[in-house]
């Protein structure tokens, strides 16, 4: 894998090396020719060769003599230009402004070496005419002009064209490999950790945090590092909610073989003695038999009643209710409950109409189980609080149940509405243990909200929001 990442980083930099290679080879390339061409100006040189062609027009030849028009004196005078005049043997027969220093008569060799030499002085530029059979030389001062002349083979030249090409060619490769290679190693280090990281993740390693390096890839390894920190965490509490409910399935176990013992025993029983017992034994035996039996029924239900929550498609028979009035009367009933008639339960309203659309029975188990919770779980001397009020938006009814009891352990209270929970600190265990669980349901399916608040020693707190 290193490998290959390495190997991909360094061919991509050779590949971006050898087209802007081929790119720069094609636009000097055209370079050259275009302006070979005269496209991209070179007008002082052609100008020089132009202006002498064009010189033969204004000599007139008298007597083979050469004489040179006014205008052209004046064309000469302008671009600082002299004209020399020699027949076939090499001989002047007229010039125009020819400095002293310039030779009257020339073997074939000094033309030549006029013509490829700047023989006269380093400023002045020389270009030969023909009129008639007299040649014409002009002399153009101009530093600027410059004649280069090459001696070329052109199997020597294009042998050494392919050699100088092949060498830049292997130096551009090598200094791009070298590069290429330092470049990707830095830049797929980082990679190479990410990947592992990931590898970890995969192993369900969450624990293992990547160290952070400098550059565009901190901002990755962050999140990266974040995502592992979020499934160590949901890891943990699948373990806890693991356990849980392995200890639920214990208990609901246990608490099933129980009545179900008492049921099979006092049946049997019953089956066997019906006729020495007497009718209080057989009503005493019944009613056991009844209790258990209704313990067991209260559990299936509360199973189908989490499992049919947990459906979306289960639809809610709502109706608007006026939840002050509705409130009062169910904590009426419940103190009207002779298991409750001692309990310490206050209820508080300042608002006498608080309209809401909900299902008046599920609403009711939610809270009562709620309630239940709050008078079973602590000493018998609890003050319980229930307070409904206006909500701000976007719900329209608070309702407010508070206990001064033994308190939550923090520990405890991310998992307070799981299925699977009945407290550590719990003396009594009433219930199937999906109480709180079937309320956040309840409360949820309403698109409403359950907020917990407890300290451990200072009692339990409960908003519920609809």
């Known amino acids: 894998m290193k490998w290959r990442l390495t190997s991909r980083f360094v061919l991509s930099i050779i590949t971006v090396v050898l087209i802007v290679i081929l790119v720069n080879s094609i636009l000097t390339v055209g370079f050259f020719i275009t302006r070979a061409s005269g496209y991209w100006g070179n007008k002082e040189a052609e100008s020089a060769e132009d202006f002498t062609r064009a010189l033969e027009k204004h000599i007139q030849l008298k007597d083979d003599k050469p004489v040179l028009d006014a205008s052209g004196k004046k064309k000469l005078t302008e671009r600082k230009a002299w004209v020399q005049f020699l027949n076939k043997a090499g001989q002047e027969v007229g010039s125009y402004k020819k400095p002293k220093k310039v030779p009257t008569a020339y073997a074939p060799i000094d033309i030549v070496q006029q013509y490829k030499y700047k023989e006269v002085d380093a400023q002045t530029t020389t270009y030969f005419g023909q009129k ?104 943990k509490q699948r373990q806890q909610l693991e356990e849980m409910r392995e200890d639920w399935i214990r208990n609901i176990s246990h608490d099933l073989k129980t009545p179900m013992a008492s049921i099979r025993g006092y049946a049997e029983f019953i089956k066997e003695d019906a006729a020495t017992l007497k009718v209080e034994e057989l009503k005493e035996y019944t009613q056991i038999i009844e209790k258990k039996s209704i313990y067991i029924q209260e559990l299936i239900d509360d199973l189908n009643l989490t499992t049919k929550l947990k459906n979306p498609a289960q639809s809610l028979t709502k109706q608007s209710n006026n939840m002050v009035s509705f409130m009062r009367e169910m904590v009426i009933e419940l103190l009207n409950d002779p298991k409750f008639q001692a309990a310490e339960l206050e209820f508080i309203a300042e608002e006498t109409n608080i309209e809401t659309s909900i299902d008046q029975k599920l609403i009711k188990r939610a809270l009562l189980n709620i309630i239940y919770n709050a008078l079973l779980h602590n000493k018998e001397d609890v003050q319980v609080q229930v307070q409904v009020e206006k909500a701000e938006s976007p719900y329209r009814v608070k309702i407010r149940i508070e206990d001064n009891g033994k308190g939550i352990p923090a520990r405890e209270q991310p998992f307070l509405f799981e299925r699977y929970y009945r407290g550590t600190n719990t003396e009594n265990n009433y219930g199937t243990g999906l109480g709180m669980a079937i309320a956040r349901d309840i409360v949820q399916a309403h698109q409403g909200e359950i907020e917990l608040t407890s300290k451990e020693g200072s009692g339990t707190k409960l908003n519920i929001y609809l």
């Open 132 to 235: 008639g059979s007299l040649t014409y030389m002009v002399g153009v001062a101009d530093s600027k002009n410059q004649r280069i002349v090459f001696n070329l083979n052109k199997d020597s030249l294009f042998l050494l064209s392919n050699k100088v090409l092949l060498f830049f060619l292997v130096v551009d490769l090598l200094i791009a490999l070298l590069v290429g290679f330092f470049f990707s190693k830095r830049l797929a280090a980082p990679l190479y950790k990410l990947i592992e990281g990931i590898r970890q993740l995969q192993k369900r390693r969450f624990n293992k945090q990547l160290p952070i390096p400098r550059g565009v890839y901190a901002e990755v390894f962050n999140n990266v590092n974040d995502l592992a920190a979020t499934l160590d965490h949901y890891e």
